[in-house]
């Protein structure tokens, strides 16, 4: 059983900048896909960014390509989003996921993929 706690989300004005930690406990990191995903009031859980076991590929979603960046590091068992130039439309919970992978470099991007789950942390735009 692997436990994922993010932190990190919080209030800050449009264009700013927050960092995204999710720590992982209870399996071998270095073996699961990483992925990010949030959901904002009203609307469904959306797929932001993923990377692979090996970190060495990742994927965004078209509307955070440019602005925000995933990392990992597998010797901390941790996965990281980097935020920048934030729009009031990032506003959501954000979720930490991992995925356990054969093959140390595919890239998952499917919520229904993935096999656990952080609890969420808010991120709030602000104008």
């Known amino acids: 059983q692997v436990q994922l706690v993010e932190s990190g989300g919080g209030l800050v004005q449009a264009g700013g900048s927050l960092r995204l930690s999710c720590p992982a406990s209870?399996?071998?990191?270095?073996?699961?896909?990483m992925g990010w995903f949030r959901q904002a009031p009203g609307k469904e859980r959306e797929f932001v960014v993923t990377?692979?076991?090996?970190?060495?590929?990742?994927f965004y979603a078209d509307s955070v390509k440019g602005r925000f960046t995933i990392s990992r590091d597998n010797a901390k068992n941790t996965v990281y989003l980097q935020m920048n130039s934030l729009k009031i439309e990032d506003t959501a919970v954000y979720y930490c996921?991992?995925?356990?992978?054969?093959?140390?470099?595919?890239?998952?991007?499917?919520?229904?993929?993935?096999?656990?789950w952080g609890k969420g942390t808010l991120v709030t735009v602000s104008s």
């Open positions: 996921a991992a995925a356990s992978v054969l093959n140390t470099v595919v890239v998952v991007t499917s919520a229904r993929s993935m096999d656990y």
């Open positions: 209870g399996g071998t990191f270095s073996r699961y896909a």
């Open positions: 990377i692979s076991a090996s970190g060495g590929r990742t």
